[in-house]
């Protein structure tokens, strides 16, 4: 199961913290993925993370404001948003899969085989 928390009610400019904290798998061997919905909208990848994070891919919306990183550890991902965007406004998922990632394959939703139930972030302007 994973677990996603850490969204709220922020200013644009503002930071966040997300977490995806896992049971019942072994975390360390889970390529983990945070994807994103806004109202009306499809659900889009954020960011991804590989085994032992040394592969990390971004959306262009994400890159150079967000940071995913993990502690296999503490079996948690987390996904460091910073300059927040009312744009950024979406209930945020992660997503584990068995398989290493590489690329424009950390995009595909149909490639992750475990859901969160979602943490709502929402960015006042």
């Known amino acids: 199961q994973l677990q996603a928390s850490g969204g709220g009610l922020v200013q644009a400019g503002g930071s966040l913290r997300l977490s995806c904290a896992a049971s019942?798998?072994?975390?360390?061997?889970?390529?983990i993925g945070w994807f994103r919905q806004a109202p009306g909208l499809e659900r889009e990848f954020v960011a991804g993370i590989n085994w032992g994070g040394a592969t990390t891919y971004y959306a262009d919306s994400a890159k150079g404001r967000f940071a995913i990183s993990r502690d296999n550890a503490k079996n948690t991902a987390y996904l460091h948003m910073n300059s927040l965007k009312p744009e950024d406004t979406a209930v945020y998922y992660c997503?584990?899969?068995?398989?290493?990632?590489?690329?424009?394959?950390?995009?595909?939703?149909?490639?992750?085989?475990?859901w969160g139930q979602g943490t709502k972030v929402t960015v006042s302007s």
């Open positions: 019942g798998l072994t975390f360390s061997r889970y390529t």
């Open positions: 997503a584990a899969s068995t398989n290493r990632k590489v690329g424009s394959a950390f995009r595909l939703a149909t490639g992750y085989g475990y």
